[in-house]
């Protein structure tokens, strides 16, 4: 499978961004989606996650009510919608795909597939 992100980009703190990840490739074979962030000298973080088949959402307590993962399973697309942006939710955001079934998502080391990344910079 293949990921591409898209949407990042500089936004002032309060303002809003849209990421976008189109999944190519064997897509069926991975149950959930997920985005991951890393700020510069932090390790990988997760942020939010999505099962294809029902939608279930899960997030990061830090941005719970701030950011909304949603999908497009005719499209093959995954979005972040991102509101009230903080200058601490700068960093290079990563989609990924988890190929298993599991009854939450959240552990970086269960997705396999990674996007290349795209950054996000809030100005305060």
């Known amino acids: 499978v293949q990921l591409v992100e898209s949407g990042g980009g500089l936004v002032q703190a309060g303002g809003s961004l849209r990421l976008s990840c189109a999944a190519s490739?064997?897509?069926?074979?991975?149950?959930?989606m997920g985005w991951f962030r890393q700020a510069p000298g932090k390790e990988r973080e997760f942020v939010a996650a999505i099962r294809w088949s029902r939608g279930d959402t899960y997030y990061a307590d830090s941005v719970k009510g701030r950011f909304t993962i949603s999908r497009d399973n005719a499209k093959n697309m995954v979005f972040l919608q991102m509101n009230s942006l903080k200058p601490e939710d700068t960093a290079i955001y990563y989609c990924a795909a988890d190929e298993y079934y599991r009854s939450a998502y959240s552990a970086e080391t269960d997705f396999g597939a990674w996007g290349q990344g795209t950054q996000v910079t809030v100005s305060s």
């Open positions: 490739g064997r897509i069926s074979s991975y149950p959930a």
